[in-house]
Each structure stands twice: as C-alpha cells, then as structure tokens.
C-alpha cells in the first residue's frame, strides 16, 4: 500500500477510505472506496473532469448527485462505491482508457476484489469500462455504459482536437488559462444541445467595456471560468487526447452489458450507441433516451436514468433492493 | 462614381465594370457588375468570406461555381449579375446588415435601377437580403434566401462568440494568424456535418514531431490555413459578429420570397427556416433539401439549388428561359 492513506468514519457511519496507488511504470494516482466493507463493490468512472468522488460525504459534494448518494441508486450505505482520480501520465506523453483499466484492475487486487459485480462508466468512464471489460473479462460482472462508444466521432475528434490546439497556442504565448477557458466554453456547446440553447439564450447582447457579449457567451465563459479553478492544463491536454485515442472492438468483449445513449447527443451519437449495441459480443440492452441536456444528459436526467441504473444494481448477487428516493 | 473605375470586355465578349462607392457616413466597398447592359439585374450575395465575385471571369474562378457562371443559372451571358465586397466598418466597430442593404441601395442608385427584380443571397448574404427587402419593399422584386433566418441560433451564436474570443486572444498574443486558422477550423465544423465527417475522415492518427494528429484535424487545419490567405483579422471579426447582430422581423417582409433550407444545417437549423416561412409577411415557398454538407449545400448542391434559383429567375418579368447546363 502507498503513501497517505487515510480512513475516516463519516456522520452517517459510512467508511471510507482514500489512498495513492502505482501502476508497475511508476503512473501513480488517488483512489476512494465509498461504502461499508462487506457490501458489494461497485465501480463509478464519470468524464474527464469527474474526480474519485462520484458521492457527497461530509467533506465535500460528489460529481454525481444524479446517481450517487443518500437516497441514490449509487447509496454509499449499501454499496461500496470505487473509483479514482484518472492517470494522467508523464507531460506530452499519452494516456489510454487501458492505462486506466489496467490501473482499475491494480486497484481492485489492493482491495482483494477478484470479481466485481458491477462497473457503471459515463462518457470517459464508459470507454474505460469497456476497455477494462475486454481485457479482464473475467473479472468484471455487469456493465453500464452512458454515452460511450467504440471509438470517437469524427466530428467530437474534430471539436476536441481544435480545444487541445486552442490550449497548447494558449501555453505557448502565455495565456493558458484564457485558452482553456475558451476550450471548455467549445466543450460546452458540445455537450450540450442546440434546443437547451435556444430555450436558454433569448435576449439582446449586452454592450459593455469589454464590447458586445451575447447571454450564451456569458454563460460559456462562466463555465469556462469555473473549469479552470477546477482541472490544470495539463490534465485537460491528457485526458481529452485519450478520449480520441481510444479504440476497442466490441465484438471481442462478452460482459453482460446495458448501455444508455442519448437521442440529442452531438458528442456520442445515438447511433454510435446502437453500433456499439449491434456489435457487441455479450449479452446487452440498450437504453436510448431523449433529453436536451445531449451528452451531459448522465449528469442530469436523474429520473430517466435512476431506474436503470437501478435495475443493473438488482442484478448484483446478494445486493438487497433499496427504495430509490424520487427527485422532484 | 468613386476612384477606381474600370470595365473591360471579356472574351465571351461580357461586359465586367467593378467600382469603388462609399455610403454617406464614408464607409466604401467595391462593387461588380457582371453581365450585358441590358439584361435583368440579379444581386447576387454569399457568407461573410465571399466577395464581390460569384461567377468566374477569364480572369479568376467565382465563390459559387455551383450557381452561377456559363451554363449555371446565374449566368453572366444573360443576367446581370451584381455583387460587392461586404462592407467592414471601423476596426472595433459594429457592422449590422442593415448597413450592408443600405449600400446596396446605393448602389443601384448608381447604376441607375430603381427596382431590382431578384435578389438571391445564400447565409450572411440571406440575412442582408432580408434587411433589404424589410426597409427597401419597393425597391425588390423577388428574394431568395438560402440558410438565413431572422436570427442567429443560440448554438450558432455560441460557436462563432468563441471563434471571435480565440481571435482577439490571438491579436492580444501576437499569434492572430495561427488564432485564426483554429477559429475557421472551429467554423467548418459548424457549416458541415457529422454525417460527412464520419464518411471522410477514418482511420488512426499519425504521430509525428508536433504530436498526434487525427485525420479530422489535419483536414481542418489545412482549411484554416487556406482561410487566413483569404481574409484578415478585422474583416473575420466584424462580420462574423454582424451575423450575430442580425436581427429582421418576417412578419414585416412581404417582397414574394423563396427559402432554401438544410434539414442538416447545424449553423441555420431547419426550423428556423419554417419558422420564418411561417412568419412572413408575403408570399412565400419553403424549400427544405437534404445534404451531408450542411449549411455549406449552398456552395455545394448544385444539382438540387440549380432548379430551385433557375425557377426564381423565370419569374422575372421579360427573361428569357435557358437551358441549364446539367453537372455530372
């Protein structure tokens, strides 16, 4: 075991524990274990800004309220929840969703889990998972995958592709962060649809010193903003190359499965779902639904997605059905 | 008539004049007018990187060989074909496209035609043909509007707003030349579509001293380079914003009118198009065609656009019918 591990109870009588671990090369990052220790264990792999806390606990909220928490189908109090911080690898250096599963498959033999019963990955955390089930078939249960697919979109490549090279001329003339703002304010408008646009943005630009600014590009340099306090440039560089470097042969992976796409995704097209689905080698059900939140659905559509997840949960051997708590 | 005035005749033997004019506040473009004296006036406007020249002379190509040239539908050799540079403003300065109908006025002033018989403009160009039919009703005969509607979409605001910030960044950095090709590779995204993308660009990334480059973005970056030889800084920011300024009321139009729609286009969403169809003041038909390319089948679609423009033609009083030359 490494480094700073630390255990704590939290007010609800909840374990957790969270400690550094390595890969054999040296490519080290942060994992959580969320839950009681005999329930069974669950692993929870969000987008490339999600962190190893997919649920609130005392300390601080969870990326994941819609899922994960108190009340959730993610209940830490009957499940041990597990995730990481993703590695992000040396500088310039790349990093594949295999580094991640190889790292999951590391995690999971330090916490004596020779079988886990459930992985439920969205967007980045998809193709993880799919990666960690076509190289440790057996030991991984069931899957979940939100808005994930065998490989990129050409055209999500392409929005993508333009924010890294957007980040490095930032970096490169000493505007970094100004640079990753206007990135994360493009990776909005990929997440994101044009119908929650239009429903949001009405109005006439504002005309002020910094000249005319429209209400959804106030809002995207908002959200640009806030994701610099949150993820440092290199991390962004890293995880965003991986997503379009990723690759996997559905046919060669036979996971009982469920995926979930997203009829209004412009990132993960729902038809790269139903190819996935089409494809796939195991047994699967896919889910499609609509929401005008696109990709960003996973993050949202509590109700939509709450039942599903749930369903999977149920078929975890030995799990207890738990009433899920309906969000208003 | 203003400074640099010249005409020359063709080896078709038709007539070119292109002139200097300027509008009362002093703000001046160059004009064109393409075809025989005596042959229906046609005014003929593309997107804010188009110029004065739709069709091919003997010497250069036209922005719209898919329309108008010999043997297309907007054919020098029996329309008059009249156009300009799109009018800049000062650097920093609004432009609005009812600055752009307003020189046009002005310039059939000067060419003597009180009553343009068509007007036949394709996405920026759609937009000023519509500020012109709104506050010159007795001034138009017949409009055609591809891929324009009474405003800007949210979405489509969103994407320019943050090819307009990565530019002044750019200026701010002394890197505007390698802002600008990221922001037009931003925007071809955006005028074509993900179908065509996913058609055009498969296979692995090549790795190469700069780094991993995906096909997509190679393709994207060698358009955005094309781009900066073509139009500078200010010019890209005051029209890219006057697109967003755009703002008409259909209900107040009622020139007869025809309307291109792209059920693909993600700039100019097909709904737009019906809803300014439905809202029109006047008579008008809705076209809706389907295309790969977007909001870039304008420049692209001859075969479905020539029969869809040669019909708006046929309505002017007088003309002549012609056989359209058929593309392969």
Not at 28 to 55: E, K, N, W
Not at 193 to 222: M, N
């Amino acid at each position: 075991m490494n480094a700073a591990c630390w255990k704590r109870q939290l007010p609800a009588e909840i374990a957790c524990e969270e400690f550094d671990l390595a890969l054999p090369g040296g490519n080290a990052t942060r994992a959580r274990v969320h839950g009681p220790a005999g329930a069974p264990a669950v692993v929870v792999l969000g987008g490339i800004s999600a962190d190893r806390r997919p649920a609130a606990d005392a300390a601080a909220p969870g990326w994941w309220p819609a899922l994960a928490g108190a009340g959730r189908p993610l209940d830490p109090a009957r499940l041990r929840l597990i995730s990481f911080d993703y590695l992000v690898g040396a500088p310039g250096g790349q990093i594949h969703c295999e580094d991640q599963a190889a790292f999951l498959a590391r995690l999971l033999d330090r916490l004596g889990i020779a079988r886990l019963p459930l992985l439920v990955g969205a967007s980045y955390g998809g193709m993880v998972g799919l990666a960690f089930a076509a190289r440790y078939r057996e030991r991984l249960g069931r899957l979940v995958v939100i808005s994930a697919a065998e490989r990129a979109h050409p055209m999500a490549t392409a929005w993508r592709a333009i924010q890294r090279r957007l980040v490095r001329l930032g970096v490169e003339c000493g505007a970094a962060e100004q640079a990753l703002v206007l990135a994360r304010a493009l990776a909005m408008t990929t997440y994101r649809t044009p119908a929650e646009f239009e429903q949001r943005f009405t109005g006439p630009p504002s005309d002020g010193a910094d000249g005319i600014v429209f209400p959804v590009e106030r809002y995207l340099l908002a959200r640009g903003a806030a994701f610099v306090e949150r993820i440092g440039v290199e991390r962004f560089l890293a995880l965003s190359e991986s997503i379009d470097l990723h690759e996997i042969d559905a046919s060669s992976i036979d996971t009982p499965a469920d995926f979930i796409g997203v009829r209004q995704d412009q990132l993960v097209p729902v038809e790269q779902m139903r190819e996935l689905a089409r494809r796939y080698g195991g047994p699967c059900r896919l889910h499609e639904i609509d929401s005008p939140f696109g990709h960003d659905a996973f993050l949202k559509e509590c109700d939509l997605l709450a039942p599903l997840v749930a369903n999977s949960i149920d078929t975890i051997p030995g799990i207890e059905r738990a009433a899920v708590t309906e969000t208003a």
